[in-house]
Protein backbone atom coordinates (compact mmCIF):
# COMPACT_ATOMS: atom_id res chain seq x y z
CA UNK A 1 0.00 0.00 0.00
CA UNK A 2 1.64 3.34 -1.27
CA UNK A 3 1.15 6.37 1.07
CA UNK A 4 -2.49 7.80 0.24
CA UNK A 5 -1.85 11.56 -1.08
CA UNK A 6 -3.99 12.92 2.48
CA UNK A 7 -1.03 11.65 4.61
CA UNK A 8 1.71 12.75 2.28
CA UNK A 9 0.49 16.66 2.04
CA UNK A 10 -0.71 16.43 5.42
CA UNK A 11 2.78 15.28 7.21
CA UNK A 12 5.02 17.38 4.82
CA UNK A 13 3.26 20.63 5.97
CA UNK A 14 2.77 19.50 9.52
CA UNK A 15 5.40 20.02 12.55
CA UNK A 16 4.98 16.41 13.85
CA UNK A 17 8.33 17.03 15.42
CA UNK A 18 7.40 19.63 18.25
CA UNK A 19 3.94 18.12 18.33
CA UNK A 20 4.95 16.29 22.30
CA UNK A 21 7.20 19.02 22.74
CA UNK A 22 4.81 21.88 24.81
CA UNK A 23 3.34 20.89 28.33
CA UNK A 24 -0.14 19.64 27.09
CA UNK A 25 1.65 17.74 24.49
CA UNK A 26 4.38 15.93 27.00
CA UNK A 27 1.54 14.82 29.12
CA UNK A 28 0.64 12.02 26.38
CA UNK A 29 4.74 11.49 25.39
CA UNK A 30 5.23 11.17 29.34
CA UNK A 31 2.65 8.96 30.03
CA UNK A 32 3.61 6.64 27.33
CA UNK A 33 6.95 6.66 28.68
CA UNK A 34 6.11 6.00 32.02
CA UNK A 35 4.41 2.73 30.31
CA UNK A 36 7.43 1.48 28.64
CA UNK A 37 9.59 2.18 31.68
CA UNK A 38 7.04 -0.38 33.50
CA UNK A 39 8.13 -3.23 30.91
CA UNK A 40 11.55 -2.25 28.97
CA UNK A 41 14.23 -4.21 30.67
CA UNK A 42 18.10 -4.17 30.23
CA UNK A 43 19.12 -5.61 26.62
CA UNK A 44 15.99 -5.37 25.18
CA UNK A 45 15.28 -4.53 21.38
CA UNK A 46 12.89 -2.18 20.47
CA UNK A 47 10.77 -1.94 17.20
CA UNK A 48 8.87 1.75 16.28
CA UNK A 49 6.23 1.06 13.69
CA UNK A 50 5.20 4.68 12.32
CA UNK A 51 7.73 6.18 14.12
CA UNK A 52 7.00 9.93 12.61
CA UNK A 53 10.16 11.71 13.45
CA UNK A 54 11.07 9.52 16.10
CA UNK A 55 10.69 11.08 19.19
CA UNK A 56 10.07 8.03 20.85
CA UNK A 57 12.61 6.03 19.01
CA UNK A 58 15.79 8.53 19.48
CA UNK A 59 14.39 8.58 23.47
CA UNK A 60 14.75 5.15 23.86
CA UNK A 61 18.30 5.25 21.79
CA UNK A 62 19.40 7.75 23.95
CA UNK A 63 19.00 5.90 26.54
CA UNK A 64 21.24 2.51 25.58
CA UNK A 65 18.34 0.19 23.86
CA UNK A 66 18.55 -1.00 20.30
CA UNK A 67 15.73 0.48 18.01
CA UNK A 68 14.52 -0.20 14.99
CA UNK A 69 12.18 1.78 13.32
CA UNK A 70 9.65 1.87 10.39
CA UNK A 71 7.80 4.83 8.79
CA UNK A 72 5.57 5.33 6.01
CA UNK A 73 6.10 8.87 4.94
CA UNK A 74 9.30 10.11 3.15
CA UNK A 75 9.50 13.65 5.23
CA UNK A 76 9.11 12.35 8.65
CA UNK A 77 12.23 9.60 8.08
CA UNK A 78 14.14 12.77 6.44
CA UNK A 79 13.45 14.16 9.99
CA UNK A 80 14.47 11.37 12.28
CA UNK A 81 17.35 10.74 10.09
CA UNK A 82 18.15 14.78 11.34
CA UNK A 83 17.53 14.18 14.98
CA UNK A 84 19.78 11.29 15.24
CA UNK A 85 22.81 11.44 17.34
CA UNK A 86 26.17 9.58 16.73
CA UNK A 87 25.75 7.74 19.61
CA UNK A 88 22.35 6.03 19.17
CA UNK A 89 21.91 2.25 18.57
CA UNK A 90 18.62 3.16 16.14
CA UNK A 91 17.84 2.42 12.38
CA UNK A 92 15.04 3.63 10.00
CA UNK A 93 13.62 2.38 7.48
CA UNK A 94 11.00 3.19 5.29
CA UNK A 95 7.95 0.47 5.30
CA UNK A 96 4.27 -0.23 5.75
CA UNK A 97 2.66 -1.33 9.03
CA UNK A 98 0.42 -3.44 6.98
CA UNK A 99 3.14 -5.46 5.72
CA UNK A 100 6.54 -6.30 7.87
CA UNK A 101 7.60 -9.13 5.99
CA UNK A 102 11.65 -7.91 5.64
CA UNK A 103 11.27 -8.30 9.54
CA UNK A 104 11.34 -12.06 10.80
CA UNK A 105 8.79 -12.81 13.18
CA UNK A 106 9.85 -12.99 17.36
CA UNK A 107 12.52 -10.88 16.87
CA UNK A 108 11.44 -7.94 19.15
CA UNK A 109 10.89 -7.74 23.12
CA UNK A 110 8.79 -4.57 22.62
CA UNK A 111 6.64 -2.84 19.82
CA UNK A 112 5.72 0.13 18.96
CA UNK A 113 2.54 0.52 17.03
CA UNK A 114 1.83 4.45 18.02
CA UNK A 115 0.59 5.84 14.75
CA UNK A 116 -0.27 4.12 12.04
CA UNK A 117 -3.72 2.53 13.77
CA UNK A 118 -5.07 6.53 13.23
CA UNK A 119 -4.86 6.47 9.54
CA UNK A 120 -6.28 2.58 8.96
CA UNK A 121 -9.96 3.07 8.12
CA UNK A 122 -11.26 -0.48 7.74
CA UNK A 123 -11.73 -3.57 10.78
CA UNK A 124 -9.05 -5.71 8.44
CA UNK A 125 -6.78 -3.29 8.00
CA UNK A 126 -6.21 -2.27 11.44
CA UNK A 127 -6.08 -6.26 12.21
CA UNK A 128 -3.04 -6.38 9.50
CA UNK A 129 -1.42 -3.96 11.24
CA UNK A 130 -1.80 -5.33 14.84
CA UNK A 131 -1.42 -9.21 13.38
CA UNK A 132 2.34 -8.08 12.10
CA UNK A 133 3.20 -5.90 15.11
CA UNK A 134 2.20 -9.57 17.03
CA UNK A 135 4.31 -11.35 15.16
CA UNK A 136 7.21 -9.50 15.15
CA UNK A 137 7.36 -9.74 19.09
CA UNK A 138 8.86 -12.42 21.04
CA UNK A 139 6.52 -14.44 22.97
CA UNK A 140 5.76 -13.05 26.50
CA UNK A 141 6.96 -9.23 24.35
CA UNK A 142 4.78 -6.46 25.50
CA UNK A 143 3.06 -4.19 22.56
CA UNK A 144 1.94 -0.80 22.44
CA UNK A 145 -0.86 -0.11 20.18
CA UNK A 146 -2.56 3.74 20.16
CA UNK A 147 -5.72 5.12 18.84
CA UNK A 148 -7.23 8.29 18.44
CA UNK A 149 -10.36 8.83 20.56
CA UNK A 150 -13.42 9.94 18.94
CA UNK A 151 -15.06 11.85 22.33
CA UNK A 152 -12.14 13.69 23.16
CA UNK A 153 -11.86 14.99 19.95
CA UNK A 154 -15.15 16.12 19.73
CA UNK A 155 -15.31 17.45 22.76
CA UNK A 156 -11.96 19.62 21.86
CA UNK A 157 -12.14 20.17 17.82
CA UNK A 158 -16.52 20.20 18.18
CA UNK A 159 -17.45 21.64 21.00
CA UNK A 160 -14.49 23.24 22.71
CA UNK A 161 -12.90 25.18 19.53
CA UNK A 162 -15.07 24.71 17.10
CA UNK A 163 -12.38 23.65 14.32
CA UNK A 164 -15.46 21.22 12.97
CA UNK A 165 -18.83 21.82 12.87
CA UNK A 166 -20.42 18.59 14.81
CA UNK A 167 -24.04 19.36 13.25
CA UNK A 168 -22.18 19.34 10.01
CA UNK A 169 -20.51 15.72 10.75
CA UNK A 170 -23.67 14.57 11.46
CA UNK A 171 -25.41 15.66 8.13
CA UNK A 172 -23.13 13.99 6.44
CA UNK A 173 -22.98 10.68 8.52
CA UNK A 174 -19.50 10.86 10.27
CA UNK A 175 -21.41 11.00 13.68
CA UNK A 176 -24.35 9.28 14.32
CA UNK A 177 -27.27 11.33 15.59
CA UNK A 178 -28.14 9.17 18.49
CA UNK A 179 -24.87 7.86 20.30
CA UNK A 180 -22.41 10.32 18.57
CA UNK A 181 -20.48 7.71 17.46
CA UNK A 182 -17.59 8.82 14.69
CA UNK A 183 -16.28 6.93 11.34
CA UNK A 184 -14.18 8.40 9.35
CA UNK A 185 -12.74 8.24 5.48
CA UNK A 186 -8.71 9.05 4.48
CA UNK A 187 -9.98 12.79 3.57
CA UNK A 188 -10.70 13.30 7.11
CA UNK A 189 -7.08 12.11 7.84
CA UNK A 190 -8.01 10.45 11.41
CA UNK A 191 -9.76 7.47 12.57
CA UNK A 192 -11.57 7.78 15.34
CA UNK A 193 -12.92 5.35 17.76
CA UNK A 194 -14.53 4.23 21.05
CA UNK A 195 -13.22 1.56 23.60
CA UNK A 196 -15.57 -0.77 22.53
CA UNK A 197 -13.97 -0.38 18.89
CA UNK A 198 -10.79 -1.63 20.32
CA UNK A 199 -12.20 -4.42 22.16
CA UNK A 200 -14.01 -5.51 19.16
CA UNK A 201 -10.38 -4.83 17.38
CA UNK A 202 -8.60 -6.97 19.80
CA UNK A 203 -11.00 -9.92 20.29
CA UNK A 204 -9.17 -12.12 17.70
CA UNK A 205 -5.79 -12.37 18.70
CA UNK A 206 -4.14 -14.36 21.57
CA UNK A 207 -3.30 -11.81 23.76
CA UNK A 208 -3.02 -10.53 27.19
CA UNK A 209 -3.78 -6.86 27.90
CA UNK A 210 -1.55 -5.17 30.82
CA UNK A 211 -3.23 -1.68 30.61
CA UNK A 212 -5.83 0.46 28.56
CA UNK A 213 -4.71 3.84 29.32
CA UNK A 214 -6.14 7.47 28.48
CA UNK A 215 -2.83 8.72 27.32
CA UNK A 216 -3.34 12.39 27.44
CA UNK A 217 -6.62 12.54 29.39
CA UNK A 218 -8.44 16.11 29.25
CA UNK A 219 -5.05 17.99 28.56
CA UNK A 220 -5.46 19.00 25.04
CA UNK A 221 -9.40 19.94 26.13
CA UNK A 222 -7.66 22.28 28.41
CA UNK A 223 -4.63 23.01 26.81
CA UNK A 224 -4.38 26.37 27.65
CA UNK A 225 -4.85 25.93 31.54
CA UNK A 226 -2.16 23.04 31.09
CA UNK A 227 0.76 25.15 28.85
CA UNK A 228 0.41 28.01 31.43
CA UNK A 229 1.22 25.88 34.08
CA UNK A 230 4.11 26.55 36.10
CA UNK A 231 6.54 23.65 36.86
CA UNK A 232 5.27 22.61 40.05
CA UNK A 233 1.67 22.99 38.59
CA UNK A 234 2.36 21.04 36.00
CA UNK A 235 4.23 18.45 37.77
CA UNK A 236 1.41 18.05 40.18
CA UNK A 237 -1.13 17.84 37.16
CA UNK A 238 1.04 14.96 36.15
CA UNK A 239 0.70 13.37 38.72
CA UNK A 240 -3.08 13.51 38.81
CA UNK A 241 -3.22 12.43 35.16
CA UNK A 242 -1.22 9.44 36.46
CA UNK A 243 -3.47 8.30 39.14
CA UNK A 244 -6.64 8.30 37.14
CA UNK A 245 -5.34 7.40 33.60
CA UNK A 246 -6.66 3.79 34.11
CA UNK A 247 -9.89 5.03 35.90
CA UNK A 248 -12.88 3.35 34.13
CA UNK A 249 -15.02 6.43 34.50
CA UNK A 250 -12.63 8.62 32.72
CA UNK A 251 -10.81 6.52 30.06
CA UNK A 252 -13.56 7.67 27.31
CA UNK A 253 -12.46 11.29 28.01
CA UNK A 254 -9.24 11.51 26.07
CA UNK A 255 -7.88 12.11 22.72
CA UNK A 256 -5.08 9.57 22.66
CA UNK A 257 -5.31 5.76 24.35
CA UNK A 258 -2.91 3.35 24.66
CA UNK A 259 -3.94 -0.52 24.61
CA UNK A 260 -0.91 -2.16 26.10
CA UNK A 261 -0.62 -6.02 26.58
CA UNK A 262 1.72 -8.98 25.91
CA UNK A 263 2.18 -11.34 22.95
CA UNK A 264 0.95 -15.26 24.64
CA UNK A 265 3.32 -17.38 24.23
CA UNK A 266 1.10 -20.09 23.01
CA UNK A 267 0.13 -19.02 19.16
CA UNK A 268 -2.41 -20.00 17.32
CA UNK A 269 -0.46 -22.46 14.66
Known sequence: MKPNQYLIDFYSNY?????????????????????????????DRVLE??????????????????????????????????NTHPEENVTIAQGNAMDLSS????????????????????????RQALKEAIRVTKPGGIIFAAYVISDGCLLDEGFHRGNISVSEYIQNGLIDAGTFA????????????????IDNLMSVFHVTRLHYVAADGCALLIRE?????????????????????EREDLIGITSHSIDIFSKNCQQPD
Open 182 to 197: AKSEPKDLFELVRKEN
Open 225 to 245: AVDAMDDDTFDLYLKYHFATC
Open 103 to 126: IPDNRYNLTLLLGPLYHLYTIEDK
Open 49 to 82: IGAGTGRYSHALARQGYTVDAVELIGHNIDIFRM
Open 15 to 43: DEDSRLSSKHGLVEFLTTMRYIGKYIQHG
